[in-house]
């Protein structure tokens, strides 16, 4: 069964420095999601992309972050510089279509750890 | 008032029983509103969707949505260990998902 995978699965890295996650979405999903989950709080919306481009996108995705496809088959989120409050899990997510009931696949996940 | 409400729990009932997960929103141009189950170190996984109000089955999982009280809940029949969890709800609002914070709940065999 096809399904959305995230690397790494853990990230520790030190205040300030950038940061990479990737995702590799359903292959023939068009529409591309990324949220997080602070430790003990809700899920929260970074922002969707599709067709090569930010579609929406919540206040906590500011210039700090930056999504991108750079192939067929990635999808990453940039943090520029982290701070010790972007410590989250990050989860991708990819839909076939922009029917509002048409599921999202959530990857497992990226761990991210800023000391 | 924050637009999607849900007690974190945990809530644990024996195994077999009938178990209720409810959340309140604000927003009532919520339309479509969703379930998901979270297990630990792991990404959400969609269980249920409704449009609008009214009850929706699929095993022995119901989802209902009431709009006048803006209040949905999923109902959990004969349940299991398995079902062990967290339990988010999240509705569609300005093409985003909105969540609720989830509810653990706790099977005990």
């Known amino acids: 069964e096809p399904e959305v995978t995230q690397t790494p699965s853990h990230q520790v890295t030190q205040m300030g420095q950038e940061v990479i996650l990737r995702c590799v979405p359903i292959s023939n999903h068009l529409y591309f999601y990324w949220y997080r989950q602070i430790l003990g709080q809700k899920v929260e919306f970074l922002v969707s992309?599709?067709?090569?481009?930010?579609?929406?996108k919540s206040e906590i995705f500011d210039d700090q972050f930056s999504v991108e496809r750079p192939d067929g088959s990635n999808f990453t989120l940039k943090i520029r510089s982290t701070k010790l409050e972007d410590s989250a899990m990050y989860f991708c997510?990819?839909?076939?279509?922009?029917?509002?009931?048409?599921?999202?696949?959530f990857g497992p996940g990226t761990r991210l750890t800023v000391l | 008032q924050k637009e999607v409400e849900q007690d974190p729990g945990p809530l644990s009932v024996p195994e077999g029983a009938i178990v209720s997960l409810n959340c309140t929103y604000s927003n009532s141009a919520f339309q479509y509103f969703m379930w998901y189950r979270q297990y630990s170190r792991k990404g959400p996984e969609l269980l249920m969707y409704t449009y609008s109000s009214g009850n929706k089955e699929d095993g022995r999982f119901t989802a209902q949505v009431d709009k006048s009280s803006k209040y949905i809940s999923l109902f959990i029949r004969d349940s299991q260990p398995s079902d062990s969890a967290t339990y988010l709800c999240?509705?569609?609002?300005?093409?985003?998902?909105?969540w609720g914070a989830g509810t653990k709940l706790i099977i005990k065999p």
């Open positions: 999240a509705m569609i609002g300005n093409y985003q998902l909105i």
């Open positions: 992309f599709y067709n090569n481009e930010i579609s929406e």
């Open positions: 997510a990819s839909k076939e279509s922009g029917r509002p009931t048409n599921e999202q696949f």
